[in-house]
């Protein structure tokens, strides 16, 4: 019968325990919990370190520009009425002046192969009469 009272005993030592670590468990869940909560983390870091948040979310702004920030486009100046007249008549003339050097050009390569021909000619009838 002892034996059955330290039985007895032992198993409410284990219960006992049992119960205490199931509390601990319980305690350190909630715990947990509170902080994992990200709503109250922000609302205790901004009303217990105003100055630091600011702080950095100006650093944070300034970075931002820094790193995100597009090439400034060029400004040019407004062009006067002459530049504006100028620009018109040498649209104008683009077109009768590249017809012009075309046909200019065409003129000089056919001088210039019809000359060859020319000059090439004794050299042909010098190799003809060699042969």
Do not use: H, N, Y
């Not at 019968?1 to 468990?25: F, G, P």
């Not at 919990?33 to 009303?47: A, C, D, E, F, N």
């Not at 018109?88 to 050009?105: D, E, F, I, N, S």
């Amino acid at each position: 019968m002892a034996q059955k009272k330290q039985v007895a005993l032992r198993k409410a030592e284990l219960t006992a325990q049992l119960a205490d670590s199931r509390q601990a468990i319980s305690r350190g869940r909630e715990a947990l919990k509170r902080k994992l909560q990200v709503k109250k983390q922000w609302r205790k870091l901004l009303t217990g370190k105003p100055r630091a948040v600011f702080a950095g979310s100006i650093g944070a702004g300034l970075l931002a520009t820094l790193l995100l920030r597009r090439p400034r486009k060029s400004v040019k100046a407004p062009k006067t009425s002459r530049q504006m007249l100028l620009g018109w008549l040498l649209a104008l003339v683009k077109p009768a002046a590249k017809a012009w050097l075309v046909t200019r050009a065409k003129q000089l390569a056919s001088e210039r192969v019809a000359s060859e021909r020319v000059a090439s000619r004794p050299q042909q009838e010098k190799t003809l009469e060699m042969l």
